[in-house]
């Protein structure tokens, strides 16, 4: 049976299959005595990567695993899932390892380092561009700073170009964080793991004796899209991590005259801007590529790319400040037409889906329950258009209908328990002769938990905190928050106020209580200096759909009337077109045989 190997290499790879495969052919030439495994995950490259790999000839086990294309982070989190060694080295593709860079590396681990960073030079064969020239500069400046005898490690400087970590303390940290790069986007997951890996107190050390070449061969357009990338991920690390405001935005790149210059017009007019650049563009582009590196050639393209990268910022929401938040409440995932009770409040799972993607598609930004407690405190802010989601009362349906909508898209939520009730039905509308609807139970809940959904409490039996005795009152909010604790959610942070009602007593009882924020349904939207005991939320329903949903959530819910008036103008706007063309009636709705054993065909979404 073979030794666990010491270290394990792992290696995401896009579209670089010549690259990689000098890669670990170099891992051949390791003089290091310990076993050692590599691991390369291919990210959904069609360049026959995965075949030329596995037509290598290795003197270490070569693992070679696919996925479909879903970014760098994703990628090494698979790689290492597979790894068996007691470090991991992260190494970028276009790298060429020195034959010393494991022991390195293993020489500074045995010492006590838990993370360890080593250089990283220009490789010879890079292409002799400017940007090629740019990276070797700039590996020339780091290394030269990072080996100082009083360097203090930086959490922007270790970066999974070369970058090894203790597996016990990856597995810590849970990893990297996919947000920054889902969808194959590009930038800062390894920047936000080494703010972590510091922030936990872990030792990272620098050796300047670990050595890997890069081959920059990232052609100008390539380079542009990448600052674009780069730009939406700052927005993010920021909302992640507020106290790093100064070093991304107060710091290289955002510091140069350039930026200074752009960055406000940029911000403002993101698309005038990008038209504007179209034409220097399609000139200095293929300059680039060719390898001009005159002055002018270089100032015009740094400009594009201070362009490209302050177009990012604003597509990732701008820098987060003091912008307003708005809060959507929803109850069941589920259509509940046959109910009078409920109906309203059942928002089917495709349409759910649809809002959700209607949303996103009109620039909203879902945040996590985490930002808001960080922005209420004034610890942090908001990107524009932040959006929040909420769930009252817990039905089943949040985790077989809403949970798989929520992590194919990676939104963060807020859902409220009726704490008597778990595992029950939504016993408080039977008065009503409302349709019973089954709730999560304790397991249900925990597992909502571990997807990404925060369990608040919703009172204990979903009783109106108006005008009850101070027994009841307590039992209500207090009684909520401890069963919630008992079934193992330690921290409830948020309560949701049953029917939106409230009073002084309510909210005193709430604080009282240790919860951090409660929600009403009032409409608007949620500012910083709001009483976090009263924040406002705005109800979504199965009809808020289209063009009524923007117009309901841009206003915040607060003209009532207005999304009543978009559908009756949709309607007369659908029969004078088709009056106008000649057509009287619509032609009968094709039955859906999905629909069959209803009878009813699906109802279409009006989009004026």
């Not at 009032?522 to 759909?545: F, K, M």
């Amino acid at each position: 049976m073979s030794a666990r190997p010491r270290i394990s290499v792992i290696v995401p790879t896009f579209q670089r299959r010549d690259l990689v495969v000098r890669l670990v052919r170099a891992l051949g030439l390791q003089r290091f005595d310990a076993p050692f495994e590599a691991v390369v995950v291919v990210d959904g490259s069609t360049d026959g990567t995965a075949e030329a790999l596995g037509a290598l000839d290795t003197a270490f086990p070569l693992r070679v695993l696919r996925q479909p294309n879903r970014g760098p982070a994703r990628t090494r989190n698979h790689g290492a899932a597979a790894a068996a060694g007691e470090i991991f080295l992260f190494l970028d593709d276009d790298m060429e390892p020195d034959p010393s860079l494991l022991a390195e590396h293993d020489r500074s681990h045995r010492a006590g380092a838990d993370a360890v960073t080593g250089v990283m030079p220009l490789h010879p064969d890079s292409p002799p561009t400017l940007l090629a020239r740019g990276v070797g500069v700039w590996a020339e400046e780091q290394a030269r700073r990072m080996s100082a005898p009083d360097y203090v490690p930086r959490f922007d400087e270790a970066l999974t170009g070369q970058l090894s970590i203790r597996r016990d303390v990856f597995e810590r940290l849970g990893g990297f964080d996919e947000r920054f790069t889902a969808g194959g986007s590009y930038g800062n997951e390894d920047l936000d793991l080494a703010y972590r890996l510091l922030e936990g107190g872990y030792r990272v050390v620098h050796n300047p004796r670990a050595v890997s070449l890069q081959c920059y061969v990232v052609d100008a357009a390539a380079h542009l899209r990448q600052y674009a990338q780069a730009g939406e991920a700052d927005v993010t690390f920021v909302r992640k991590h507020p106290d790093a405001m100064g070093v991304i935005f107060g710091g290289e790149p955002t510091r140069g005259r350039l930026h200074r210059m752009l960055r406000r017009p940029v911000l403002l007019a993101p698309r005038l801007a990008a038209l504007a650049a179209a034409p220097l563009r399609r000139v200095i582009v293929p300059r680039v590529d060719r390898g001009h590196t005159d002055r002018l050639t270089t100032s015009l393209f740094f400009a594009l790319r201070a362009v490209e990268y302050w177009r990012g910022v604003h597509r990732g929401g701008g820098i987060p400040g003091d912008h307003p938040l708005r809060v959507l409440c929803y109850h069941a995932i589920a259509d509940l037409g046959s109910d009078a009770q409920l109906a309203p409040y059942g928002v089917p799972p495709d349409r759910f889906r649809a809002q959700l993607d209607t949303l996103r598609r009109s620039g909203y930004r879902f945040v996590a329950p985490e930002e808001l407690v960080r922005y209420l405190d004034g610890r942090g802010g908001m990107p524009r258009r932040a959006l929040l989601l909420t769930f009252d009362d817990c039905y089943r349906d949040l985790a077989t209908d809403a949970l798989p909508l929520l992590e194919e898209r990676a939104i963060p939520a807020i859902a409220f328990a009726v704490t008597g009730c778990v595992g029950g039905i939504n016993a408080w509308d039977q008065p009503q002769g409302a349709r019973a609807l089954p709730l999560l139970d304790a397991d249900g809940l925990a597992d909502a938990a571990r997807r990404g959904v925060e369990i608040g409490a919703h009172s204990h039996t979903h009783r109106s905190l108006v005008a009850i005795g101070d027994e009841a009152l307590c039992a209500e909010v207090a009684g909520s928050v401890e069963r919630l604790r008992c079934l193992g959610h330690d921290a409830v942070r948020f309560y949701a106020y049953p029917y939106g009602e409230h009073d002084a007593r309510a909210r005193a009882a709430v604080r009282a209580a240790g919860v951090r924020a409660a929600f009403t349904t009032e409409p608007g939207r949620v500012r910083a200096t709001d009483d976090p005991y009263r924040l406002r939320r705005v109800e979504v329903t199965r009809e808020d759909v289209g063009f009524a949903l923007r117009v309901k959530v841009a206003t915040a819910g607060t003209l009532h009337d207005v999304v009543p008036r978009v559908r009756a103008w949709a309607r007369v706007r659908t029969r004078l077109s088709r009056w106008l063309s000649g057509t009287r009636r619509a032609p009968p709705p094709r039955r859906d045989s999905r629909e069959g054993a209803r009878g009813i065909a699906a109802e279409p979404e009006i989009e004026p």
